[in-house]
């Protein structure tokens, strides 16, 4: 049986792959269970200190699997205990939670909750083939998944109205013009730049990267006296970490510093 969905550990990055290449990896709720299971344990495991996140076969992901949910309306329903957009409003937190960092390697199509995960990441690496498209518009829906949240805080209000609202499909150029894509490679450079980048960042403080994320993602919401007490506290666990004690004996040493995620 074809695994739908691929882990693999390359040093302290782990990718997870979706991997339904005939339906340009649509997801189902076999796809989302074992997106949520594969996000869940990489969160737990220690020697972890990046994610990146997936599709494979010339697609990130065309969004929901329309076909399943028809079948749902016909009364074929072989998970009748997950509801599907349920699961997919987890899956999407558990993403944008990761207390480490994460990236979206983008090849082809990213599509309405395909792409509402790709936004949960902290970056997105796009190939120069792909496709960005919010896609609920299309078929009379709001977005579900996140993405009414997500988008406005990359691209901006304005930006933001005129994807949704238009369902139009941007390229990656336009993508990256307006923020929601890092960085724009050539297809077949994609998977070299983008593990690379995520190596580098595996290479930092882990403590103090996730720390950080937390704290920026959750700037908007406190005020500027507020966010300064978290940046306090925060600093109270990080100066008790190896990482923290090896930056100062790097830099009072005037060399590269070697942090090892503790």
């Given at each position: 049986?074809?695994?739908?969905?691929?882990?693999?550990?390359?040093?302290?990055?782990?990718?997870?792959?979706?991997?339904?290449?005939?339906?340009?990896?649509?997801?189902?709720?076999?796809?989302?269970l074992?997106?949520?299971?594969?996000?869940?344990?990489?969160?737990?495991?220690?020697?972890?200190?990046?994610?990146?996140?997936?599709?494979?076969?010339?697609?990130?992901?065309a969004?929901?699997?329309?076909?399943?949910?028809?079948?749902?309306?016909k009364?074929?329903?072989?998970?009748?205990?997950?509801?599907?957009?349920?699961?997919?409003?987890?899956?999407?937190?558990?993403?944008?939670?990761?207390?480490?960092?994460?990236?979206?390697?983008?090849?082809?199509?990213?599509?309405?909750?395909?792409?509402?995960?790709?936004?949960?990441?902290?970056?997105?690496?796009?190939?120069?083939?792909?496709?960005?498209?919010?896609?609920?518009?299309?078929?009379?829906?709001?977005?579900d998944?996140?993405?009414?949240?997500?988008?406005?805080?990359?691209?901006?209000?304005?930006?933001?109205?005129?994807?949704?609202?238009?369902?139009?499909?941007?390229?990656?150029?336009?993508?990256?013009?307006?923020?929601?894509?890092?960085?724009?490679?050539?297809?077949?450079?994609?998977?070299?730049?983008?593990?690379?980048?995520?190596?580098?960042?595996?290479?930092?403080?882990?403590?103090?990267?996730g720390?950080?994320?937390?704290?920026?993602?959750?700037?908007?919401?406190?005020?500027f006296?507020?966010?300064?007490?978290?940046?306090?506290?925060?600093?109270?666990?990080?100066?008790?970490?190896?990482?923290?004690?090896?930056?100062?004996?790097?830099?009072?040493?005037?060399?590269a510093?070697?942090?090892?995620?503790?």
């Amino acid at each position: 049986m074809t695994e739908l969905v691929q882990v693999e550990d390359r040093n302290a990055v782990r990718l997870i792959a979706i991997n339904r290449p005939e339906s340009r990896n649509a997801i189902n709720t076999a796809v989302l269970l074992g997106l949520r299971k594969a996000v869940r344990q990489a969160a737990k495991a220690e020697h972890l200190r990046a994610l990146v996140i997936t599709g494979r076969g010339g697609a990130f992901s065309a969004g929901a699997d329309v076909k399943e949910w028809a079948d749902k309306q016909k009364g074929i329903d072989p998970y009748p205990d997950h509801d599907w957009v349920d699961e997919a409003i987890q899956l999407v937190q558990e993403v944008a939670r990761f207390p480490k960092p994460t990236v979206a390697m983008i090849d082809g199509a990213a599509v309405g909750a395909g792409l509402d995960m790709a936004l949960a990441c902290d970056f997105r690496f796009a190939s120069s083939r792909a496709k960005f498209i919010c896609a609920y518009t299309r078929v009379g829906y709001p977005p579900d998944c996140g993405g009414s949240w997500l988008l406005p805080r990359l691209i901006g209000l304005e930006a933001a109205k005129l994807f949704v609202y238009s369902g139009d499909a941007w390229d990656a150029a336009k993508a990256k013009s307006v923020g929601m894509v890092t960085e724009v490679v050539p297809e077949d450079e994609l998977e070299g730049r983008t593990m690379a980048f995520a190596e580098k960042l595996a290479s930092g403080p882990t403590v103090a990267i996730g720390l950080a994320k937390r704290l920026i993602d959750a700037a908007h919401r406190r005020s500027f006296a507020e966010q300064l007490e978290e940046e306090v506290q925060a600093g109270k666990i990080c100066s008790k970490t190896e990482d923290h004690a090896e930056g100062l004996a790097a830099a009072n040493e005037r060399r590269a510093p070697r942090f090892v995620g503790r």
